[in-house]
């Protein structure tokens, strides 16, 4: 049989020219018996990388894994069931939402306060200003005189017009 | 990615990260111990993950981090634990078993003696099956540099069969 591929192989292998695939080759060559003479002294350092492939961690550590996993999760407040958790994407603009939220509040709160205080403001200042209305109209009515004297004094003195009454 | 879960996603690293912290460390233990650190750092950080582009190079990197603090910490060159079983089998089994272990033994005491980085990139590359540029990326050098590594260790290796 003509092992030429194979020694074209390993010699590619010991250059670190090989790919993937054929150092597969050359694993699955080296784990048959009938390995020719020439080559085989090469056998044991695949066999012994085999052996190695199939090193474990102990039998129990899945479970010591699983358990301090839970823990954690429950020391979270059950947040999460178990182990297991849903990932979901968050946009940029999803992850502002609580201060868009938080900014409307401030603003609705700032409108109603301001609408508070404008009526507040306006029941102090109207009652004021209906009272001299109704004081420079009762007595344009009753001042006695001409219409010209009459706008005169009242333009003058809008407020002393009781004057007037001693007249 | 929409569903993770510990069980599905991180632990089935744990054997290879295994491999991997027991190449370095060379102590079983303390190896599983490197590999416990590192999945829950992984699982703790799950919500980056989507910055992460290879999750198993990555979870990689930090084992063998972790691994080498433990190395230094301890400041010792402990002997590989299979190593030990085989000296220890060489006095109660047949002749030519006894010679085969033996031979066995050797090509692992050899790798094993290699530096570290060389160490890591054989098990990366011969035991894991990881491209060049997965090596690279676990340990953030080039894959020309990977490639010298590799050939530095394969050239050991293969002098060293030759010549006994």
Not at chain 1, 149 to 155: D, E, I, V
Request: aromatic fraction near 8%; hydrophobic fraction near 40%.
């Amino acid at each position: 049989m003509d092992y030429k591929y194979i020694e074209q192989l390993l010699e590619r292998y010991w250059e670190c020219q090989t790919t993937l695939e054929e150092e597969a080759i050359l694993r699955t060559f080296f784990r048959q018996e009938n390995v020719p003479a020439s080559l085989l002294p090469y056998r044991q350092l695949f066999i012994e990388e085999d052996k190695m492939a199939n090193e474990h961690l102990s039998e129990d550590f899945a479970n010591r894994m699983l358990s301090l996993v839970d823990e954690e999760a429950s020391l979270l407040g059950g947040r999460m069931e178990g182990s297991f958790c849903k990932a979901r994407r968050v946009t940029f603009m999803r992850r502002l939402r609580p201060f868009y939220r938080a900014a409307g509040l401030v603003a609705i709160l700032l409108t109603i306060g301001n609408a508070a205080y404008q009526s507040f403001s306006e029941e102090n200042i109207v009652p004021q200003q209906m009272a001299k209305c109704t004081c420079e109209d009762s007595l344009q009515h009753i001042t006695i005189g001409s219409p010209e004297q009459q706008s005169a004094s009242l333009t003058a003195q809008p407020v002393d017009t009781l004057d007037s009454f001693s007249r | 990615m929409d569903n993770i879960s510990f069980r599905t996603t991180v632990l089935p690293l744990g054997d290879r990260l295994f491999r991997l912290a027991f190449r370095i460390t060379m102590n079983r233990a303390e190896a599983e111990d490197v590999v416990q650190d590192t999945l829950l750092k992984v699982w703790e950080q799950r919500s980056q993950w989507e910055q992460i582009d290879n999750l198993e190079a990555y979870a990689f990197q930090v084992c063998r981090n972790r691994a080498l603090d433990v190395t230094k910490r301890m400041g010792r060159n402990i002997k590989s634990l299979d190593v030990v079983d085989n000296e220890q089998l060489t006095t109660d089994n047949g002749l030519q078993s006894i010679e085969a272990r033996e031979q066995l033994s050797l090509v692992r005491r050899l790798m094993d003696n290699l530096p570290e980085i060389q160490r890591t990139i054989m098990e990366l590359r011969d035991i894991e099956g990881r491209t060049y540029q997965e090596i690279a990326q676990v340990l953030s050098i080039s894959e020309t540099q990977v490639k010298v590594y590799l050939h530095r260790a394969r050239t050991k290796i293969k002098e060293w069969i030759i010549n006994t």
